[in-house]
T-cell receptor
Framework: DAKTTQPNSMESNEEEPVHLPCNHS???????IHWYRQLPSQGPEYVIHGLTSNVNNRMASLAIAEDRKSSTLILHRATLRDAAVYYCILFSGNTGKLIFGQGTTLQVKP | EADIYQTPRYLVIGTGKKITLECSQT?????MYWYQQDPGMELHLIHY???????EKGDLSSESTVSRIRTEHFPLTLESARPSHTSQYLC????????????FGNGTRLTVT
């Protein structure tokens, strides 16, 4: 299964944009890029996903590199409630499995 | 809103006991998953199912077993609990498409003494 690489931790100030990077150099053509976040003592929560084109929803934006070997999750205005572990995951259309990596712990400072 | 339910939320049990962790979803999803997560660590896929009567092992070897007799129900069983089974167990479900997001329950935190 293709792997993803994310920084262990990042910091942001409240109400500023946050760009969370993810490398996935071994991505295959059928892999979707999913992002989830996990708040303390909760299960992961879906944030956004994409295949080739950039995506926007009410929570975030996903920017996907043209070669698909990297992507960036963009939180336009971080709030204290956005402090969580963010996981970038490749969802394989071949195996049907969604494999989590270590994720990025985002701290948001007031 | 919670459309996927896990019970119990917390469980403390002695070594050697048989336990079943319950997971139910009301969304009609065909695919269901069990992940295991130690504190501060990543999630590991231990079981998944494509639908009724389908069960597959995940990437992390587990002594637990699962069953899928009904679409909405995906229980996980440990025949003889050991301290090494202490962990958080997270259940999830999705449509059977790679562009379909996973919906997670809030997990069962299991402690085996």
């Amino acid at each position: 299964d293709a792997k993803t690489t994310q920084p262990n931790s990042m910091e942001s100030n409240e109400e500023e944009p946050v760009h969370l990077p993810c490398n996935h150099s071994t991505i295959s053509g059928t892999d979707y890029i999913h992002w989830y976040r996990q708040l303390p003592s909760q299960g992961p929560e879906y944030v956004i996903h994409g295949l080739t084109s950039n995506v926007n929803n009410r929570m975030a934006s996903l920017a996907i590199a043209e070669d698909r070997k990297s992507s960036t999750l963009i939180l336009h205005r971080a709030t204290l409630r956005d402090a969580a572990v963010y996981y970038c995951i490749l969802f394989s259309g071949n195996t049907g499995k969604l494999i989590f990596g270590q994720g990025t712990t985002l701290q948001v400072k007031p | 809103e919670a459309d996927i339910y896990q019970t119990p939320r917390y469980l403390v049990i002695g070594t050697g006991k048989k336990i079943t962790l319950e997971c139910s979803q009301t969304m009609g999803h065909d695919k269901m998953y069990w992940y295991q997560q130690d504190p501060g660590m990543e999630l590991h896929l231990i079981h998944y199912s494509y639908g009724v009567n389908s069960t597959e092992k995940g990437d992390l070897s587990s002594e637990s077993t699962v069953s899928r007799i009904r679409t909405e129900h995906f229980p996980l069983t440990l025949e003889s609990a050991r301290p090494s089974h202490t962990s958080q167990y997270l259940c999830a479900s999705s449509l059977d498409r790679p562009n379909s997001p996973l919906h997670f329950g809030n997990g069962t935190r299991l402690t085996v003494t």
